[in-house]
């Protein structure tokens, strides 16, 4: 691969000169990834977001004031939503929790005559989508809505036919963020469903289309950076609910002969429960946004401590369900089981093998971010007296959907973004690093301050599923699977 790079570059960049071995600064960055690399926070891109992501920290630091993204207004939200929501933390009766606080609006600056710098998008893009999907239908997908508006490679645009690497180096970038892979994983974790080659990406079709994607970036010849996927366990979404019964007055595990009550789950286990409902063995994770409501229902509680499931009643409804494929389609659950967990681990272990053979041949900069997500998950992040953790909401580290993170985080991303380029390229100025302090100390609230009422939200409730050892409210449920409330949300 590396001679097939070097080759690309050597084109482009007949006629136009050499660079000097000491520069002094980048000039040109752009970026190609998933949201994480598009700012994405609390469930929504946003302005206010994504002005304050990691590759919009990069550019500022570097001095790009002309760094262009596919910015989004932000605006009241509406009962009901009539776009993708954002959540904040709220206080309902005296408890923390989170709502809906605000909704995507109209794009900024849809008419930019070339490519964003930012090209990153959301809507769970893989890797083959930056190279495979060349041309956006709207409302075919979450993919296609969140890609057409990035890309605009809509039918009839200019920029029909073309991907996100290819108008990623027709910028002439002289640095690169190609920050993939995360989807790849993470869909096989939210779903409960763990299938190599429909929720999992095969090893060898993740590298191919790895390849192929950097392969056209790297023809533009710039510094490229690429990253490692953090393992899903060092993600609140998949770690603030335990697989135990919790008492609602104490926010204790319920302990029965000495040992706490596993929850029920709807995969039998033979031989020790031949017929489900079954109990959650240890080491299962709930996606804490999904099995909130459902706990709250009594669905997963044992009868014998008032919820609805029975052990071995053979009555899946009453159990937490985990995700299969049926002949209409994947159907989510909520459950991931520790055989699921550990393909995934496998996997995100093989694929970070990959990336890391890749840099290691191809001289990109890598950027650990497995490591970086596992020391914090373990250890917290000290910063100014102040330590940061990975408990949902409550940590600072995560927004509000417990996936992506917050102001504070993004700028902590950004900050070892720019440490790895300065420590594995000396020969160039450093860069500076980011305010911190600013990230973490600085307000950022949303414009508007009107109570919202949003059906089947209850974060008084949700809070009573956490233990009080995890001191991490749940998240809102995703907008398609809330059901008819009158609640109020207070801001």
């Given at each position: 691969m590396k001679n097939r790079i070097a080759a690309a570059a050597a084109l482009l960049l007949l006629g136009v000169g050499t660079t000097s071995a000491q520069t002094t600064a980048f000039h040109k960055l752009v970026v190609v990834g998933d949201s994480l690399a598009a700012g994405h926070e609390a469930n929504c891109t946003v302005e206010r977001y994504q002005r304050r992501g990691a590759s919009a920290l990069l550019a500022e630091a570097l001095?790009?004031?002309?760094?262009?993204?596919?910015?989004?207004?932000?605006?009241?939200?509406?009962?009901?939503?009539?776009?993708?929501?954002c959540l904040g933390a709220v206080v309902v009766g005296g408890s923390i929790g989170v709502?809906?606080?605000?909704?995507?609006?109209?794009?900024?600056?849809?008419?930019?005559?070339?490519?964003?710098?930012?090209?990153?998008?959301?809507?769970?893009?893989?890797?083959?989508?930056?190279?495979?999907?060349?041309?956006?239908?709207?409302?075919?997908?979450?993919?296609?809505?969140?890609?057409?508006?990035?890309?605009r490679n809509v039918a009839g645009s200019p920029f029909e036919g073309t991907n996100a690497v290819e108008q990623a180096a027709s910028l002439a970038p002289d640095l690169a963020l190609y920050w993939v892979g995360n989807n790849d994983l993470l869909g096989a974790a939210t779903t409960g469903v763990v299938v190599d080659g429909v929720t999992l990406t095969p090893v060898d079709a993740f590298r191919a289309k790895y390849v192929e994607g950097l392969t056209t970036i790297f023809s533009a010849?710039?510094?490229?950076?690429?990253?490692?996927?953090?393992?899903?366990t060092s993600i609140p979404l998949f770690t603030t609910l335990p697989p135990v019964v919790i008492d609602p007055a104490t926010r204790q595990p319920v302990i029965i002969d000495g040992h706490p009550v596993p929850l029920l789950g709807s995969r039998a286990l033979p031989p020790d429960c031949p017929v489900a409902p079954c109990?959650?063995?240890?080491?299962?994770?709930?996606?804490?946004i999904r099995a909130g409501l459902l706990l709250q229902q009594g669905i997963g509680v044992p009868a014998f401590l008032g919820g609805r499931a029975v052990q071995g009643s053979g009555n899946l409804t009453t159990a937490l369900p985990y995700g299969t494929i049926t002949a209409s389609g994947l159907q989510p659950g909520v459950v991931l089981y520790p055989d699921g967990l550990a393909a995934i681990l496998a996997r995100t272990t093989e694929i970070n093998d990959?990336?890391?053979?890749?840099?290691?041949?191809?001289?990109?900069v890598l950027v650990d971010l497995n490591t970086?997500?596992?020391?914090?998950?373990?250890?917290?992040?000290?910063?100014?007296?102040?330590t940061l953790t990975s408990a949902f909401l409550s940590g600072g580290l995560f927004s509000a959907d417990g996936v992506h993170p917050s102001a504070a985080g993004?700028?902590?991303?950004?900050?070892?973004?720019?440490?790895?380029?300065?420590t594995q390229r000396p020969g160039i100025s450093p860069i500076p690093r980011p305010n911190l302090g600013a990230a973490l100390f600085t307000p950022n609230v949303p414009p508007f301050g009107t109570a919202v009422t949003m059906p089947g939200f209850h974060p008084d409730k949700w809070l009573l599923d956490l233990p009080v050892f995890e001191a991490s409210p749940p998240a809102a449920e995703p907008l398609s699977d809330r059901r008819p409330s009158t609640r109020t949300v207070a801001r």
């Open positions: 001095g790009i004031a002309d760094f262009q993204q596919p910015l989004l207004a932000e605006t009241p939200a509406t009962n009901p939503p009539t776009s993708y929501p709502g809906i606080i605000s909704q995507e609006g109209a794009q900024l600056n849809a008419t930019l005559p070339r490519p964003y710098d930012n090209l990153g998008f959301n809507g769970g893009p893989r890797v083959k989508d930056f190279v495979d999907l060349r041309v956006s239908v709207p409302g075919r997908s979450d993919l296609d809505n969140y890609a057409a508006r990035v890309l010849g710039p510094t490229v950076v690429t990253f490692t996927i953090p393992n899903v109990p959650l063995p240890n080491g299962t994770l709930l996606n804490t990959v990336i890391r053979s890749i840099s290691a041949e191809d001289g990109t970086l997500f596992q020391d914090v998950a373990a250890n917290g992040y000290h910063i100014g007296g102040v993004y700028a902590i991303l950004a900050d070892y973004i720019i440490q790895a380029i300065n």
